[in-house]
């Protein structure tokens, strides 16, 4: 019987420099030319076709403009083949780092100033990689394909969509998708799977909102934003209270709002950005519907005009039949004590697009300890120790999942 985490060891090495060096030199957005080029290196070394994949419709490069991400004409994602026919199993790992000071003193410390991979998108990739050595080593054993999916924009929650808008799902046809997210402040060496919804949906609405400014003295011959914007910072806060059922998990937040230069001048123009989380689909389907129509309600009742910019993620679901199925590959790596629900996550993952395309799971690889600088932290860490499982849980699930279609 091939012990996959045995033969791991021997990439361990190169899991770990693979890591590093993504680790100093992390990327941000949609656009990652310096993460794409060694991605495709390391393929090209391994002897693995690949071809970049992802496109920026301009509709998309104006929105995550408009809300502040800049621009970018490029989505620098990665598919790559291991195998032939059917049926085919991705494996996913996400490549994007965050805007983040590092505050952690290393050899191998962020060389951009303000980047770092604070959410372990770097340790992914290095995963993945060691994944494809060991496919690429039994590539003659396995019962179909493997297709690698390197994407990035994960942080700004549409990178995997991009992907998939420009095929990433075809040619071959995939079947089945498996995604591991490593946590610094879970037990190293633990696995958290759950079955069912895994992190929730988020909703995002940019509220340009536009009135009739003038002087603070004659209000009534103004259409006064700011005063637009706060009625519309009460409405949609107050409608989590009365149309979300308490038993469900559902939070909006509005993070931003601006109007206003000086105080003896009324503005004309004000904004507002706000985000919905939710995990249940039919109550998100209803809030959905409702915050829109409580936007034009709100502005039109004090005579304004507005547009609004949305972004939408879906929740990572993971098919319990799937999970099923994968679950003895997984203990092939992992010692059954190590493997348990630890709950839902309270973020947002863009893995969600590709779990609602395919039969999916996606899998926490505990890489710390509980009390340590969780993700998104400047002063996040691991222990490098963990990645060959990583490695090995890939392959051990590619393998074993494509040779158990063939019973």
Not at 47 to 72: D, T
Not at 87 to 98: K, S, V
Not at 141 to 163: A, D, N
Not at 289 to 297: A, F, N, W
Request: charge should be negative; aromatic fraction near 8%; glycine fraction near 8%.
């Amino acid at each position: 019987m091939i012990n996959l985490f045995e033969e791991s060891k021997a990439y361990e090495e190169q899991i770990i420099q693979d890591r590093r060096y993504l680790h100093q030199h992390p990327e941000i957005g949609f656009d990652l030319p310096n993460t794409q080029k060694y991605i495709q290196q390391r393929l090209d070394e391994m002897g693995i076709a690949y071809k970049q994949c992802g496109k920026v419709p301009p509709e998309v490069k104006q929105k995550y403009a408009r809300a502040g991400f800049g621009e970018q004409d490029q989505c620098t994602g990665v598919v790559a083949t291991i195998g032939q026919g059917s049926p085919c199993i991705l494996l996913r790992a996400d490549m994007d780092a965050l805007p983040i000071q590092e505050e952690v003193e290393s050899e191998y410390k962020s060389k951009k100033d303000g980047r770092m991979h604070a959410c372990g998108h770097d340790s992914h990739v290095a995963m993945l990689l060691g994944a494809a050595q060991l496919l690429k080593k039994h590539e003659a054993e396995l019962k179909g394909t493997v297709k690698l999916f390197f994407q990035p924009g994960e942080e700004w929650g549409y990178g995997s969509k991009l992907m998939i808008d420009d095929g990433a799902l075809e040619n071959p046809k995939v079947d089945a998708a498996f995604g591991i997210h490593i946590m610094p402040d879970q037990e190293a060496g633990t696995l958290s799977v759950t079955k069912g919804t895994l992190s929730q949906a988020m909703d995002t609405y940019i509220v340009d909102i536009q009135g009739y400014g003038g002087h603070s003295s004659q209000p009534h011959k103004t259409i006064d934003a700011n005063m637009i914007m706060n009625q519309l910072y009460t409405s949609l806060n107050l409608l989590m209270t009365r149309e979300a059922d308490p038993s469900q998990s559902v939070t909006f937040s509005v993070g931003s709002m601006s109007g206003g230069t000086v105080t003896n001048v009324i503005p004309d123009k004000a904004v507002l950005s706000g985000n919905m989380r939710s995990y249940d689909q039919k109550t998100r389907d209803h809030l959905c519907e409702r915050i829109p129509e409580m936007i034009e309600h709100v502005v039109k009742a004090w005579r304004g005009e507005y547009s609004t910019t949305e972004f939408h993620t879906p929740t990572t679901y993971n098919d319990p039949a799937f999970v099923d199925s994968i679950t003895p590959f997984l203990e092939q790596v992992m010692e059954p004590e190590k493997i348990a629900d630890y709950g839902v996550l309270s973020g947002s993952e863009d893995f969600s697009y590709i779990s609602q395309a395919v039969p999916s799971a996606f899998v926490i690889l505990g890489t710390g300890k509980e009390g340590e600088a969780p993700v998104h932290n400047p002063r996040m860490k691991q222990n490098e120790e963990i990645f060959k499982y990583g490695a090995a849980l890939h392959a051990s699930v590619a393998m074993g999942w494509l040779a158990s279609q063939h019973k």
